[in-house]
């Protein structure tokens, strides 16, 4: 169906409908120049404005002020992608599937597939080509089985489908945690520590996307995050590190896409989190890696033996694609820290850095650890004495200076740091130790009094495992802006407060087996 | 989340998007009632007014013309199902997803799931609680692998989820082709000589979904379709049969909306074929079966291996639902009659009922056979004879009597019933003998020149295989009523004509192996 000459053209209309990720357009059922009706069947347009393609889910309209007959009305993301202005002349075809497909539906079928055809899969994916019902069956396909040669091969080609950075230097370390824990903002400690001490860590952060905070949403709270390539460049070759959202900087785009689908699903296999989390490294240009799996009953791991298959499958991936890869488990029974959401994060993360003697333990530790086997891998190092040197760069107040240095790059932050207002505080029902915090159930509440769009809101932490309390005594706040994510917070509490005291009930969720 | 007494509510407004099957709501960003950022990650709500309940995928708007920040958008097909008047208040939270997806998860890796997790999963599916994606990940988890009681088990619960019609009669019959061929339009002529004869016959059809025509399409050029359960009870019980649309009866209304998903996936195993025919049949309550599978190079069954397995398939189903079932395989190679497209598919069918000398010889005598396979099964007929009888009712004009019958008590046509009237003929390149007609090529040039929408758009063949031609004699006939239409139909012939004569070319698409 090529034959565009003959078919009569509509004027570009910008529809402010935010549609996600999808393209959709909108056009009248009573079209003059296109026939609605012809694409029963086909929810799949293309659209052509002199060589420029974008491939589009249809919807129809009968209200001609939303879209009248001899218009086309472009969603927000199809608007942006597309890039012509208002009142420009295009052509709709329905469209034929991306060629891909058929690799899609050979592995659904339980065919491997060929290094070409996952590559053919992940070009037409990072391009929007394919619809999210698509993008469905490629991830369902491949969840019931990929070979390792099919996990080598969806790596690379997500690491080759956006931006590629290339550092200068012979050793560039990265970290990165699984996630799952509330609290946890290590990458804020670890990175001024390890660019203190002169190695470079271009670290990019991804925003929350479930969570009450992500760490580029943390950050935000103290500098400015939206960055791009460039920029990104000369922040690191001035600090040695950075801080930043990768949204502008477009590292494996396939995978922000897989994301966004994989989510709502809930589906979550080792080799896709694995193929995820690589690309996005690889695509960074790191050399040395640093993989962080928290295991507890309530985190993504639940058990040594998934950590352990977990450590084997991301070794075995950056084995081959040639970076030293170090994969350690951690405590991931309870939130880190004790902020949950953006400022109280931040203020977590600032009180390490200035060695108060208020600042969470757990966080100081485990950060410390974490760029303890990052300054490890610095070969003018002396073997074992990557802690030692940690500690130095916190203790005498270098790594809180290149805090300020790297939030002096990015600029100022515009974000109000005020805590919500509107706070209650969380009691223990009796007297007793604290056996268990449920992290789902921590995560979720945060999110639910405002976290992360609310800067301020979250929960400050009184007690963690192991802390005596007493009937009536606060566990932790709750920090909200307005009345209805107070009540619906407070409602949600009162259900559940999370914590177990004594350990004489049965944490919900996810068990220790 | 449920303390909806917290939350404000939003007024229903309409809004005239055709969102498909799926439940689309947009509200504003900047929403005084409802934090749309909180559903970063939710795109999946849930409306409550009273104690009715809508799950909907959600969209978000920065036009106030479109949505106001203190309105909810009800897309139409949301609108329709919430069916509560415009203005009416309602709450929105975060929908959590249904419980059955958990079943769907657990096929995706593999598992083998129980009569009830299947029945969840239908119901849920029935009552468009699942979005797109979710449907396709269970229509992906299951094409890889489902055991022959899954397969019962889905069957049953699709036959359940809908009306389930009951017939006094003890021998209801029914036919049903797995579709594919142009024309073949047999049920609007099986239907009259079986009904002429004496047994209820209660047929209903679908339209055409990717073809140029369904036998409701072409029926609908000689009477009203849109019928409901009881009217057609009562026409069943004047005329023995009826030839409606299925789309006002509810059959199996899961089936319907894992078709809209399978299409545009490409994904049709033997087993969801198998499930979707049996579901709607057992529905209609018909206890005398015949199924219709064309075999051909280019129809939707190409070997008589593949043939075979799935007439199995329909057996051992029909057997265990305790109907009788027939399964013949047909030459799939051609289209069958002469006309493609509504108009011109039913003045075929008129032809053969009225006897007339130049009716489609095919058509007849397909019809004839089918029709006879039915008669067969009344116990009243001696054995062997079902094929006289058939013969007898056609010639004598009882079937074009009972077809007027069944005309008159379904309501007349509001159809337009000419021909388009910008026509072309393709003609032959050479002199030869036609050695093989592309169905599915003939079935896109149909839908392209307007069919089924346009019901007097389509194609009328001169020639069928095994027929000579001469350099420049006329294949068929094009008819179109618009003039793009018409150029986009011209320019696919001229590309290809579908026709293949003397045999010297290689049939593109599939192949007989």
Redesign the interface.
């Known amino acids: 169906?090529?034959?565009d000459?003959?078919?009569?053209q509509l004027k570009i209309r910008r529809?402010?409908?935010?549609?996600?990720r999808e393209n959709v357009i909108?056009i009248s059922?009573e079209s003059k120049a296109l026939?609605p009706?012809?694409f029963?069947?086909f929810?799949?347009v293309e659209l052509v404005c002199d060589s420029k393609v974008l491939l589009a889910t249809l919807?129809?309209?009968?209200?001609d002020?939303?879209v009248s007959p001899d218009e086309i009305g472009l969603s927000e993301p199809a608007f942006h992608r597309f890039a012509e202005p208002v009142g420009s002349l295009v052509t709709v075809t329905p469209a034929s599937?991306p060629e891909s497909?058929e690799a899609v539906?050979a592995k659904?079928?339980?065919q491997t597939l060929s290094k070409a055809e996952i590559g053919a899969v992940i070009n037409d994916l990072a391009h929007y080509r394919y619809?999210?019902?698509?993008i469905?069956?490629f991830l369902?396909?491949s969840?019931?089985f990929i070979t390792s040669d099919e996990l080598l091969a969806l790596t690379g080609a997500m690491a080759q489908a956006g931006t590629q950075l290339v550092w200068p230097d012979p050793v560039v370390v990265d970290k990165h945690c699984i996630g799952g824990i509330p609290g946890n903002r290590t990458s804020m400690i670890v990175v001024p520590i390890v660019a203190a001490h002169g190695l470079p860590i271009p670290k990019t952060s991804s925003r929350?996307?479930?969570s009450p905070a992500g760490t580029a949403d943390t950050m935000e709270v103290l500098a400015r995050v939206n960055v791009g390539v460039e920029e990104m460049k000369t922040i690191v070759a001035a600090c040695n590190g950075c801080l930043i959202w990768g949204g502008h900087v477009n590292l494996s785009p396939a995978d922000d896409i897989l994301i966004s689908?994989e989510?709502?699903?809930?589906?979550d296999t080792r080799e896709q989190m694995v193929a995820s989390i690589m690309s996005k490294k690889i695509a960074a240009g790191s050399t040395h890696l640093l993989i962080d799996i928290p295991v507890g009953p309530t985190s993504k791991i639940t058990t040594a033996t998934e950590a352990m298959r977990l450590r084997k499958l991301f070794e075995f991936v950056g084995d081959r694609f040639g970076r030293s890869i170090e994969v350690i488990t951690t405590d991931g029974r309870q939130p880190i820290g004790n902020g949950i959401g953006p400022v109280l994060e931040a203020n977590d993360v600032m009180a390490v850095l200035s060695n108060d003697p208020a600042a969470p333990r757990d966080l100081r530790e485990k950060s410390l650890r974490l760029a303890a086997h990052l300054l490890d891998y610095d070969p003018k190092l002396r073997g074992g004495t990557g802690y030692a040197r940690a500690r130095e760069l916190l203790e005498s107040g270098a790594a809180l200076r290149q805090m300020q240095k790297i939030i002096d790059a990015q600029g100022p932050s515009k974000c109000c740091t005020d805590l919500g207002n509107l706070a209650f505080d969380v009691k223990a029902g009796r007297d007793g130790v604290v056996t268990a915090i449920d992290c789902l159930r921590l995560n979720r509440l945060a999110?639910?009094a405002?976290a992360p769009?609310d800067k301020g809101a979250g929960i400050k932490l009184f007690k963690k495992i192991g802390d005596r309390v007493e009937q009536g005594e606060p566990l932790y706040r709750v920090y909200t802006f307005?009345?209805?994510?107070h009540?619906?917070a407070a409602?949600?509490c009162s259900a559940d407060t999370g914590y177990i005291v004594n350990g004489h009930e049965v944490l919900q969720g996810k068990t220790v087996s």
């Open positions: 169906m090529n034959s000459r003959s078919r009569p529809v402010h409908l935010d549609t996600g909108v059922r026939r009706e012809i029963r069947g929810s799949r919807l129809i309209t009968d209200d002020a939303l599937s497909l539906r659904i079928r339980g619809s999210d019902m698509e469905a069956a369902i396909g969840a019931s929350a996307i479930t689908v989510r709502p699903l809930s589906l999110r639910t405002g769009l307005d009345q209805p994510e009540d619906l409602g949600a």
